[in-house]
């Protein structure tokens, strides 16, 4: 609205000159032309509005245009027919006065917004820092989760291209654990894990399964019953009450839905058009900058308040498809393939994120060049560069805020991206460390010095962790190896291992699977469970395939061992058997599907993110996968 309102008021303008001049010429008939015109145009480009085939959107489109039209007419008739001329005269005027303002109010407040330009907007705080404004004794909490954020493309974790210059300063004085694995290979999953301690086994909340049961006691829920202030701002649409992720939570702001109120705008039609932005508020992120100012906004609205708060972040610009304002492309990409960055999508390789997320290939072969894989990857690395200064912008806020004294602070990914690995480029499938490792940055209140830790650890073991350190007690309500990562940081142990889990692909994406003839690629149904420990990693899928690796001297997971060196596996199997015979297993309602109770508006938006077959259009029947159970 703030886009198209000024847009038919500068319509306006030659409509009523041109009333002026042809006096005969009846001024609802101008108006509904001008209606019909623009609805035209607008309805019918922007053909996502309608979500059905191309033939039905135009003619969506051209209804709603005629509908417009006419109603102009009618209701300009009626006003004319029933006031007397001056009266008119002076309603149509102030109409015009009180959009015009109206208009000026929407350009202002948008100017203003993290919408207008986010590459350069941020928080406001004071130059002159403020003294703490908290009495509370209890230690805050801020949770940040970087969403899809490989830890091998952080400079913070020794990769070469100079991605998160700021986290990998602010690291040297906070615990860095650099052997992190995520419990699960996507959002769900990781995110459960992160918020209940518990394992994927435990929890249940995986493909098959969207909703997390509510007897699972997550941080949000302990810390609010201590008398915490809890809020979440994800731009994740998963992190949601529909999917009760955003269980314990008191404020729970979905930043991609806020968001969708921009589709209806030229910025969808640069997006449709691959037009490279000509202006900055036509080139936006994937809601980081929003996230950021609602935080902002709400640890503002609470700075008076006594209580302790628990803000949950989460950013999601490395999800794909990557979308990343330009002066942050051009860091990473010359002028011409920025140029094509903003082609790859729609008008390229059509709809991104089903191309890279469901085919059987990292981008189908015969569609593009080469160079444009490494024109994706450098976008990629162009969102860790954006999230890192969201992340220094939002610290920075807080500090000069005096809200960091007391708080302490968790930096996670969820998980990874394959990027064009083992023939895959997102993150549905499989359990290789391009989506199980993971970043894991925590810092405590005062810290000074910072600590590397080696040892493997797991995203369920932050529940416990941020519970012990606020709380002082060793109590949790974490899952079967919910561990400390503090004192896993002080006292590393020599026998602890990481297992991940993969239950199988989604409904939608195992029928793509099927209809491939390729036993590489068919391979990617079957559930895969793998656990490592400081050397070797060793997977297991139900289709019997079994993989070692050296994940030492082979990080990229290409030389399995299994066959040469099964005596390195024995003792990982054995672990793993423990592992699964000690953990107790969600049990899943008979009657469950995997979109049972889902919105449409929830489901557009996972289909538009890929996780529901990756298409904006398609239906999902949905029955869950996992039909081929593992041993």
């Known amino acids: 609205m703030m886009l198209w309102c000024p847009i038919f008021i500068v319509l306006a303008v030659p409509v009523a000159l041109l009333r002026r001049k042809q006096a005969s010429t009846p001024e609802p008939v101008l108006a509904a032309i001008a209606m019909l015109i623009i609805g035209g145009v607008v309805f019918i480009a922007d053909l996502r509005l309608a979500r059905f085939t191309p033939t039905l959107s135009f003619a969506a489109g051209g209804a709603m245009a005629v509908f417009a039209g006419i109603t102009a007419y009618v209701s300009l008739r009626w006003l004319q027919n029933r006031c007397p001329a001056r009266s008119f005269a002076h309603l149509k005027n102030a109409t015009l006065l009180a959009s015009g303002i109206g208009a000026v109010a929407s350009i202002f407040l948008l100017v203003r917004s993290p919408l207008y330009d986010p590459a350069t907007y941020r928080l406001p705080y004071p130059e002159v820092p403020t003294s703490p404004a908290r009495g509370s004794d209890k230690p805050n909490l801020l949770w940040i989760v970087l969403d899809t954020v490989r830890s091998d493309h952080m400079s913070c974790y020794g990769y070469e291209r100079d991605t998160t210059p700021f986290l990998k300063n602010w690291a040297t004085t906070a615990n860095v654990f650099t052997r992190t694995f995520s419990n699960g290979i996507w959002t769900a999953p990781g995110h459960a894990a992160m918020f209940t301690g518990k394992a994927t086994r435990e929890h249940g909340m995986d493909h ?25 701002f994800s731009a994740n649409p998963w992190i949601s009450r529909e999917r009760n992720l955003a269980k314990g939570f008191e404020v729970a702001s979905i930043i991609h839905n806020i968001r969708q109120i921009s589709r209806f705008s030229l910025e969808s039609l640069c997006k449709k058009w691959g037009c490279s932005p000509p202006v900055s508020w ?85 569609a593009e060049l080469e160079s444009d894989r490494e024109i994706l990857k450098d976008q990629y690395n162009a969102t860790l560069r954006y999230l890192d200064s969201r992340v220094e912008d939002l610290l920075t806020h807080m500090e000069r805020y005096g809200l960091l004294e007391n708080t302490l602070i968790v930096i996670a990914s969820d998980h990874g991206e394959h990027l064009d690995t083992h023939g895959m480029w997102a993150h549905r499938f499989l359990t290789y460390n391009d989506l199980a490792h993971v970043a894991l940055i925590i810092k405590t209140p005062g810290q000074s010095q910072g600590t590397q830790t080696d040892t493997p650890v797991q995203l369920s073991d932050i529940h416990n962790t941020v519970l012990t350190h606020i709380l002082g007690t060793t109590e949790h309500t974490g899952g079967r190896y919910a561990g400390n990562l503090l004192e896993i940081a002080a006292n590393p142990p020599d026998d602890r291992f990481a297992v991940t889990e993969y239950v199988g692909p989604s409904y939608t994406a195992e029928e793509l699977i099927e209809k491939q003839n390729d036993p590489e690629v068919t391979h990617w149904l079957y559930p895969q469970t793998a656990i490592q420990n400081t050397r070797y990693k060793y ?10 690796y050296d994940i030492q001297s082979d990080p990229g997971e290409l030389n399995n061992l299994i066959d040469t060196h099964p005596d390195i596996a024995a003792p990982l199997v054995s672990h793993l058997r423990q592992w699964h015979d000690s953990m107790p297993a969600y049990t899943r309602p008979v009657a469950a599907t995997d979109t049972d109770n889902i919105s449409e508006s929830t489901l557009q938006s996972l289909r538009s993110l890929g996780y529901l077959g990756g298409s904006d259009n398609g239906s999902d029947k949905q029955s869950g996968p996992n039909s081929k159970k593992q041993d």
Do not use: C
Request: no cysteine; glycine share 6%; proline share 3%.
């Open 282 to 366: 036509l080139d936006p992120d994937f809601g980081a900058a929003l996230a950021s100012k609602m935080a902002a906004d709400w640890l503002e609205d609470k700075a008076t308040s006594n209580a302790p708060f628990f803000l949950f972040v989460n950013y999601m610009e490395a999800h794909v498809p990557y979308r990343v304002p330009r002066a942050f492309r051009e860091q990473f990409l010359d002028s011409d393939e920025v140029r094509r960055s903003y082609k790859l999508r729609h008008i390229v390789l059509g709809n991104l994120v089903g191309e890279v997320g469901n085919q059987h290939k990292a981008i189908k072969e015969g």
């Open 539 to 548: 997977m297991i899928s139900a289709d019997g395939t079994r993989e070692l």
């Open 208 to 232: 098959g399964n969207y909703y997390l049961r509510d007897d699972n006691v997550t941080v949000a829920d302990v810390l609010l019953s201590h008398g915490y202030n809890t809020a979440s």
